[in-house]
């Protein structure tokens, strides 16, 4: 079974402060792992993935997330926020070493950036 | 090159009506997910899907529901008799064959939000 937590509903950040998204997941193999951003009344959008390699991974929009097997965590960072960073984000993982090709997404972390 | 397509984007059924939903995925794509999202609830798989094929219906309420992605045309979720618990946005994703479904990254549509009366 896979799993992912998003320990925090809701996170508050302060325009050009760096922001951290939380995520920690459960899975039996290797796991490979996403992050996702929804506005308001649209789809998921990709914005980065770790699959092998680097533990610092790069992505859209001046995203950032780290790997971190031994503390289970791929948390999602930025090092200036902007207001239009305000949006839903979802870290997803799926199970990398064979099986499902299904991933599992967490309840999601409401970012909201003030000006 | 179009990305995934959702239709309708807004559906409304009174309970006990038939709510039929529409996927085309990207084009060169072949892998189709449904997922269904709730407020306060994430995120939640209903079905996986290849052409023709039912691959993982894990997710997927045992009455009511079905889906079917046809060798031509767009993929369909079916509800059937909705219920108020039906109204969600119902989101599809595509992926495509090979080692590009392996990487398990997918693209998303814009959804298609049912509201039961």
């Known amino acids: 079974a896979q799993s992912v937590a998003q320990p925090e509903d809701q996170v508050n950040v302060a325009e050009g402060n760096p922001l951290t998204v939380k995520c920690t997941y459960s899975?039996?193999?290797?796991?490979?792992l996403f992050w996702y951003v929804q506005y308001p009344n649209r789809g998921l959008q990709f914005l980065l993935k770790?699959?092998?390699?680097?533990?610092l991974v790069k992505g859209s929009y001046g995203f950032e997330a780290e790997f971190n097997k031994s503390q289970t965590s791929f948390h999602l960072k930025k090092p200036s926020a902007l207001v239009s960073d305000s949006a839903l984000y979802f870290c997803?993982?799926?199970?990398?070493?064979?099986?499902?090709?299904?991933?599992?997404f967490g309840r999601g972390t409401s970012l909201i950036v003030h000006p | 090159n179009a990305g995934v397509m959702q239709n309708p984007r807004h559906l409304v059924r009174r309970r006990g009506q038939e709510a039929r939903l529409r996927c085309s995925p990207m084009?060169?794509?072949?892998?189709v997910y449904w997922y269904r999202q709730l407020p306060e609830e994430g995120l939640k798989f209903m079905v996986y899907?290849?052409?023709?094929?039912?691959?993982?219906e894990s997710g997927m309420p045992k009455e009511r529901f079905s889906a079917e992605f046809p060798k031509e045309g767009p993929s369909i979720l079916r509800i059937q008799q909705v219920v108020r618990g039906d109204s969600a946005a119902y989101f599809c994703?595509?992926?495509?064959?090979?080692?590009?479904?392996?990487?398990?990254?997918?693209?998303f549509g814009e959804g298609s939000r049912l509201t039961v009366l």
């Open positions: 994703a595509s992926s495509p064959p090979g080692t590009g479904a392996s990487t398990g990254e997918l693209f």
């Open positions: 899975v039996s193999g290797n796991p490979y």
């Open positions: 770790y699959i092998t390699g680097d533990n």
């Open positions: 997803a993982v799926r199970d990398g070493t064979g099986g499902s090709y299904i991933p599992t």
């Open positions: 084009k060169g794509h072949s892998h």
């Open positions: 899907l290849q052409k023709e094929n039912i691959i993982d």
